[in-house]
């Protein structure tokens, strides 16, 4: 068996985020890892004096390649040793292509800087981001066979699948100073590593497989073999015996985004109330946002002028008129009537619009067509309609000849105002100023009507009854931290808000730079009363069942879960009756690793295998076995006897265990 990565990167490139390579650390991965074989595969890119520097020096057998950016997706090109020159002179070309981060070449470039392309091992990404569309595929003309996918629980999807591409994972790692080693790599049924012999291996689904012993649902996490199910597994061991250490190690061998991990005491004692908080809100932001953008068009309407810039202008045009007044009979073109005329109001609304398209849709709609004629007769609705169109027309008309007007007037007004040795006067909305100053009276003087606290609405959660309640803000602290800012909004809340100054409070947000959202989040602060089952406020276990309740209740969407002593702070009914069923239907779609050392918890979810961990003066051993198996081994054969070890850790030994027993019958008999 070769254990192979062909998917590593030494240089930064346009398309990566800017690291430094470190020979020794992928030399010590390599080593760690055991690798038979690696593949040195940078963005576009093949450099030829670092290949031989690193062939030279890494103790593992090393190919030459490239990832290459081809038609929005990502392609590993894979060559044998005589290709170093051919792929320089590639790197070379490619480089006047792709430019920046958005670039790729075509199918038909490819080729062109690519003539040989049919002598390497191609294999795109497959179910992993960017991914490579099937019409791309099929442009290689059955070349291509393998497709790189993220992780190994996609690998065990995709593997039994003949009408898919043969999945391999590997770890697209960038080896640079502390970059933790990833346990993302493929074997293939091969014992010679020669180019040729690896590309056979590697197009033959029955030779690829992500573990040693090829087990359908294994996956391996350690470099020495050991082996998860791809279904469930529970980690048992007493403390510090290496339960948590697994669970990381496991976590290592799937990318980010593909695994949800449930941390110990990440769902009690501190984190325990801020989580349970945060959840709550989320579960109730589609309320909490509809309140607040129900006030959206207020706001809009009060930025949409601003009053001191118009009062500012009209003061200017009075100074303007009054110099006119004092000058308007000074020559021939003052003294002309239009020289100081006034333009038409212009309202360009479109409710008229709207009206005319709603009843429209009335009258061509079909759903309950008879309903609508038991009130409104078709014909009727049709004068109707034909009337507010021609209604509409003549507005439309009308305002075209008033905007045909103001452009001759303003015409004639400029060149009046050359000829003169006087200055036209300017038009004044003196309504509009007054009509906007009437607005700002009326939203300051409903301001603290609408501060005042309200019940919004009611929501339902799993056991929880949530009252949520809108009401103005109390402090700045409370401004803060729902906006989640750092500013300070202490004189803000002093001077506009407690004031009840709106306009001004809004322009004063407006001006410091905060959007339209958050200045709607700033007119209340939304709180949320919550109760349990009997109407009391939730002890400190209820929030920590809410919590790993709705941590792991999107489980599905995730290749593994992993959940790390969730037992701290729940009680062994709330674990049988909601916990174990839940895990058990999760697994049956994702992949399961939970540690534990609760007995309700491991013998009730029956899992499909039992990882034991144990320190002994501090040597670390893990051993394997499934449900029922009387001795468990370790990867290199060591066994222990199952009973023993079990309820040492999960009973505090066979006999604490058996007089348990006796205490349980006293209360029976």
């Not at 709609?365 to 507010?388: A, F, G, P, R, S």
């Not at 100023?433 to 009507?449: G, S, T």
């Amino acid at each position: 068996m070769l254990k192979i990565d062909f998917h590593i990167h030494t240089k930064a490139t346009i398309k990566d985020e800017e690291f430094v390579f470190d020979l020794q650390t992928l030399n010590q991965y390599t080593s760690e890892k055991e690798l038979d074989c690696i593949a040195i595969t940078n963005h576009n890119y093949f450099d030829k004096m670092q290949f031989e520097t690193i062939s030279n020096t890494i103790s593992c057998k090393v190919f030459p390649g490239m990832e290459i950016d081809i038609e929005s997706a990502h392609l590993l090109m894979i060559g044998d040793i005589d290709k170093i020159e051919e792929l320089e002179q590639s790197s070379n070309l490619i480089s006047k292509k792709i430019i920046d981060q958005e670039d790729y070449i075509t199918f038909e470039e490819f080729i062109k800087i690519f003539p040989n392309y049919k002598d390497y091992i191609l294999i795109p990404h497959y179910m992993k981001k960017p991914k490579m569309s099937q019409s791309t595929i099929r442009k290689f003309s059955n070349l291509i066979k393998c497709g790189e996918v993220p992780n190994p629980k996609k690998f065990l999807s995709i593997i039994k699948d003949n009408n898919k591409l043969i999945p391999v994972v590997f770890s697209d790692y960038r080896p640079y100073i502390k970059n933790p080693f990833p346990n993302r790599y493929t074997y293939l049924d091969c014992v010679n590593n020669g180019f040729s012999n690896i590309r056979c291996a590697i197009e033959d689904r029955n030779k690829v497989s992500i573990s040693k012993i090829k087990e359908k649902e294994e996956i391996e996490y350690l470099p020495d073999g050991s082996t998860i199910s791809s279904k469930l597994n529970v980690i048992l061991g007493t403390r510090t015996s290496g339960k948590t250490y697994n669970i990381e190690k496991i976590r290592d061998a799937f990318d980010f985004d593909n695994y949800l991990y449930v941390q110990q005491f990440s769902l009690i004692g501190d984190a325990e109330e801020s989580k349970f908080n945060d959840l709550i809100k989320k579960e109730c932001n589609d309320i909490s946002e509809h309140f607040y953008g129900q006030f959206r068009p207020l706001v809009e309407k009060i930025l949409s002028f601003d009053i001191s810039q118009l009062e500012l202008k009209i003061e200017e045009q009075l100074d303007g008129l009054i110099e006119y007044a004092k000058n308007a009979d000074i020559d021939t073109y003052s003294q002309t009537k239009i020289f100081s005329e006034n333009e038409f109001d212009v309202n360009t609304s479109e409710d008229s619009n709207k009206l005319i398209m709603a009843l429209g849709d009335i009258y061509i709609n079909k759903w309950n067509k008879e309903i609508v004629e038991k009130y409104i007769t078709i014909d009727k609705l049709k004068q109707l309609i034909m009337e507010l169109i021609q209604k509409h027309n003549e507005e439309k008309k009308l305002l075209k000849l008033k905007s045909s007007t103001n452009e001759l007037v303003r015409i004639i007004k400029s060149n009046l105002t050359k000829a003169s040795s006087t200055n036209a006067p300017a038009t004044m909305d003196l309504i509009n100023v007054f009509k906007n100053k009437k607005i700002i009276d009326k939203v300051n003087e409903l301001f603290p009507i609408i501060k005042k606290q309200r019940k919004i609405k009611t929501q339902e959660l799993s056991f929880f009854n949530v009252s949520i309640n809108a009401k103005g803000y109390n402090n700045a602290t409370e401004l803060k931290d729902n906006l989640k800012s750092k500013a300070s909004f202490k004189t803000l809340l002093d001077s506009y808000y407690k004031q009840n100054k709106l306009y001004d409070y809004i322009w004063a947000l407006k001006n410091d730079g905060f959007n339209l959202n958050q200045i709607c989040r700033s007119l209340f602060n939304i709180s949320y009363d919550i109760k349990n089952a009997i109407g009391e406020a939730p002890s400190g276990g209820e929030k920590a069942e809410f919590n790993l309740l709705k941590e792991i209740d999107n489980a599905n969407k995730y290749d593994i879960l992993l959940i790390d002593e969730p037992e701290a702070s729940f009680d062994n009914p709330f674990i049988s009756h909601n916990i174990v069923d839940l895990i058990k239907n999760i697994s049956k779609k994702t992949t399961v690793c939970i540690s534990t050392h609760n007995s309700t918890l491991a013998m009730m979810l029956n899992p499909d295998k039992i990882i034991f961990t144990e320190n002994n003066s501090g040597v670390h051993k893990v051993y394997y076995g499934r449900m029922g198996d009387k001795i468990f081994k370790s990867i290199n054969g060591e066994e222990i006897i199952s009973y023993d070890k079990i309820l040492e850790v999960l009973e505090a030994g066979k006999e604490v265990y058996e007089e348990k027993g006796k205490k349980y019958e006293s209360f029976r008999n």
